[in-house]
């Protein structure tokens, strides 16, 4: 019997790493999907692709997350690429998606919104905003900004292979956008899923998968709040010169809800502020709103 079967390669690597991700990782050497594993279990793979395979397979072991190896990942029904400049979407994220989808499908027909994502990444959360959105009739020009140029060419490659028109720009948080958008007295909302985790949690993390992501897109100084700090200030400055309706979005880690709360308290008293929970029952995303 031919070693180099589907059925024969996943049954070895799933010795080694999880069946599913070793099918996984097969479906992506072959171009497949893994109902064609399932269904062509006999199928014999030639050996160029099996050495491409046993390659992955050993970084896989070594503790490369499965995304950066198939270059994908899935987020809210979207397909999005991804490579080591960008963070791996996470579920957790989908929350604040939802509670902006919803938020955007409450409005009125014809509403004129500005969006902007900062430290967006792949683009996975302006993306998805825009595309479970899209059969309403909203006008929504989307800004996305990250420190990273590197991040923002995957950005870019995504906007591209979901359609959805993003102006992208380099910079730190809210700076490289304000001049563009602040002037037409839109309402607007900002979405951010910063960097929020302590050099601790970095260092004891559970998944230590994550040391193989951008340290810089996880870790923040002051207790995982420093760049939430920065964005609250940079809001401050705004709401000071401009009458706006402002609704941000904020991921956070659970344990940070009470200091992020005295921390907008502090900076911005005069907002109204709320908190979603995540699937698990715990304190996800911070939502701070000015002139509603
Ligand atoms: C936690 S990742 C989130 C990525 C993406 N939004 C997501 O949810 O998957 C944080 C992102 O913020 C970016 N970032 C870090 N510091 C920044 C800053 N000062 N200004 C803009 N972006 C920043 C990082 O490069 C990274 O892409």
């Known amino acids: 019997m031919p070693l180099n079967t589907v059925k024969q390669l996943l049954k070895e690597a799933s010795k080694k790493i ?11 050497v072959l171009g497949k999907s893994r109902e064609f594993l399932a269904t062509n279990p006999e199928q014999t793979i030639d050996m160029m692709r099996v050495i491409k395979y046993k390659y992955l397979l050993k970084k896989r072991t070594s503790g490369m997350p499965l995304a950066y190896l198939t270059k ?11 490579n080591k400049h960008t963070l791996i979407p996470r579920p957790d994220t989908e929350i604040m998606v939802e509670a902006v989808v919803n938020r955007l499908r409450a409005t009125n027909d014809g509403q004129q919104i500005i969006l902007i994502d900062v430290g967006t990444g792949s683009g996975c959360i302006p993306i998805a905003i825009a595309k479970w959105t899209s059969d309403f009739r909203l ?16 950005t870019k490659r995504n906007a591209k292979k979901h359609n959805v028109p993003i102006t992208f720009k380099h910079g ?43 340290k810089s897109a996880l870790v923040a100084d002051n207790n995982g709040l420093a760049l939430y700090e920065e964005l609250f200030k940079q809001i401050k400055q705004i709401v000071k010169c401009h009458i706006l309706h402002i609704t941000c979005y904020c991921e956070i880690d659970p344990s940070q809800s009470a200091q992020i709360a005295k921390l907008i308290g502090n900076i911005l008293p005069e907002t109204k502020l709320e908190i979603k929970k995540d699937l698990s029952g715990k304190d996800r995303v911070v939502i701070v709103s000015w002139g509603e």
Not at 18 to 28: I, K, Q, R, T, V
Not at 139 to 154: C, E, G, H, N
């Open 18 to 28: 999880e069946y599913l991700d070793a099918e996984l990782l097969l479906a992506h």
């Open 72 to 82: 994908h990942k899935e987020f809210y029904g979207f397909d999005f690429l991804v």
């Open 139 to 154: 006008r929504v020009s989307i800004f996305a900004t990250d420190i990273s140029k590197q991040a923002l060419k995957v």
């Open 172 to 214: 730190n948080l809210l700076e490289p956008v304000l001049s563009s958008v602040v002037c037409n007295q839109l309402p607007f909302i900002i979405t951010a899923n910063l960097p929020y985790i302590t050099e601790q949690q970095y260092q004891n993390s559970p998944t230590p998968e994550i040391h193989h992501e951008p």
